[in-house]
């Protein structure tokens, strides 16, 4: 499957990190990639999922690393632009309630 990553300085203070198509086991690494080193806590970033159909346990594990390292530097990770499907995946995994999600993208989602 392919990924799309896209990463968006669009404010000072906010990277807005775009991921279009599947997030699995083949796929995650390069969101990783793209991912982690922005999380430095100088910024508000703000994952923008709404062009995401699927994402595995490795995809998620990749977000939760993610949200981790970001909330360890005081930062904080926005997970927006979900479909029913992702929603009721965080809803079931418990996600919702640790992670910040919004329903859209906002330009000032931080």
């Known amino acids: 499957m392919n990924l799309a990553v896209q990463v968006m300085n669009e404010e000072e203070n906010q990277i807005t990190v775009s991921v279009e198509g599947e997030v699995d086991v083949y796929t995650a690494p390069q969101l990783r990639e793209k991912l982690l080193p922005l999380c430095d806590g100088k910024h508000c970033i703000i994952v923008d999922l709404t062009h995401v159909d699927y994402i595995d346990s490795t995809g998620l594990g990749v977000l939760i690393g993610a949200y981790k390292a970001q ?5 904080k990770f926005v997970i927006s632009g979900m479909n029913a499907r992702l929603s009721r995946l965080f809803k ?3 996600l919702n309630e640790v992670m910040e999600i919004e329903d859209k993208v906002q330009e000032d989602g931080c």
């Not at 909330?71 to 930062?75: D, E, I, P, Y």
Request: hydrophobic fraction near 40%.
């Open 71 to 75: 909330r360890a530097t005081a930062g």
């Open 92 to 94: 079931i995994t418990g």
